[in-house]
């Protein structure tokens, strides 16, 4: 399916107003509700739409600390990476993890309360994966600007 500029349009506001109702969006994107309603359905079929979501306050959870973490493994078998990603899954301060090409392995974005609290899912849960052989974390002092909404 190729996108056309109503679609993308229709994806630029959903992206930034998730809850929007069926009406307000057709008028925003100049379409009947029930043509809009179609192309929604369609966009969520096909793939575009993978989920609607409720982005949280990270300060208001306790939780205004993000850590970015380089970790190098100690081999690039597929076991290992295999293993690597089934047990990171499972750490809830863990909100991505990325494969990456370069100087680490991957790169983890973890959020905590404080240093503290890192040290704590250093310990428990960072430092016991499988075939880890170096770590490096790097603070974010202070988070300039971020977003979920891809270029569409």
Do not use: W
């Amino acid at each position: 399916m190729q996108l056309d500029a109503t679609d993308r349009r229709i994806l630029t506001v959903l992206q930034k107003q998730g809850r929007i109702s069926n009406a307000e969006l057709a008028e925003r994107v100049n379409l009947s509700a029930s043509a809009c309603h179609r192309r929604v359905q369609r966009l969520e079929e096909e793939g575009y739409i993978r989920d609607y979501v409720a982005l949280l306050d990270t300060r208001k959870l306790g939780r205004p600390t993000t850590v970015f973490v380089e970790i190098t493994l100690s081999g690039q078998a597929d076991e290992l990476l295999e293993a690597f990603e089934r047990e990171v899954k499972k750490i809830p301060d863990v909100l991505e993890c990325h494969l990456m090409a370069g100087s680490a392995d991957y790169l983890l974005k973890v959020v905590a309360e404080d240093t503290e609290d890192f040290a704590r899912i250093h310990r428990a849960h960072l430092a016991r994966l499988p075939g880890v052989a170096q770590m490096q974390s790097s603070f974010a002092l202070r988070t300039v600007f971020k977003t979920t909404a891809l270029p569409v």
